[in-house]
């Protein structure tokens, strides 16, 4: 399963640039809620600002702490916890943490979803394709499947 998104362009002071604006559901206590997320290859987590835990129905008051950097350089304290995220239709339950700034974009990171999805930057097409990575079941080493061998044989 694969989905694409345009690859949008944004003006800056140095130039135009990429945009990655992705369409993601986000399971509130409402039901699922279409958000805009900025991919951001660079963040560890997926983040987003307080108030939205809340619309989840995530208390932060019973979650840990913790200080997490922005690129600035400043520390802001932040709430880790979980959420149920689709993109694209395939449903994926995401680390996330939850900033005391209320100025938080809405970041998709790395965290859960690099390992759900291949990510394509396809700037010919100007599209950002997510490519759904399909669980493989571990195979057992092949060691410990020659001891269950030898040891049903008779053989030590």
């Known amino acids: 399963m694969s989905i694409a998104f345009p690859l949008l362009n944004k003006r800056t002071s140095l130039g135009i640039i990429p945009d990655c604006l992705i369409p993601v559901e986000v399971l509130t206590r409402f039901g699922y809620q279409a958000l805009e997320f900025v991919l951001d ?42 959420i149920s995220i689709r993109i694209g239709g395939t449903e994926i339950d995401v680390r996330c943490l939850f900033s005391d700034k209320e100025t938080t974009p809405y970041i998709l990171g790395r965290a859960d979803v690099f390992s759900a999805f291949n990510i394509l930057f396809d700037n010919r097409n100007r599209t950002v394709k997510f490519l759904r990575i399909r669980r493989v079941p571990r195979r057992k080493s092949r060691r410990k499947e020659a001891a269950r061998t030898r040891k049903r044989s008779g053989v030590e």
């Open 41 to 82: 290859t660079g963040a560890d987590f997926t983040m987003l600002p307080r108030h939205m835990a809340d619309v989840i129905g995530i208390d932060l008051a019973a979650c840990p702490h913790d200080r997490s950097r922005g690129i600035e350089g400043h520390d802001f304290r932040v709430y880790p916890s979980r």
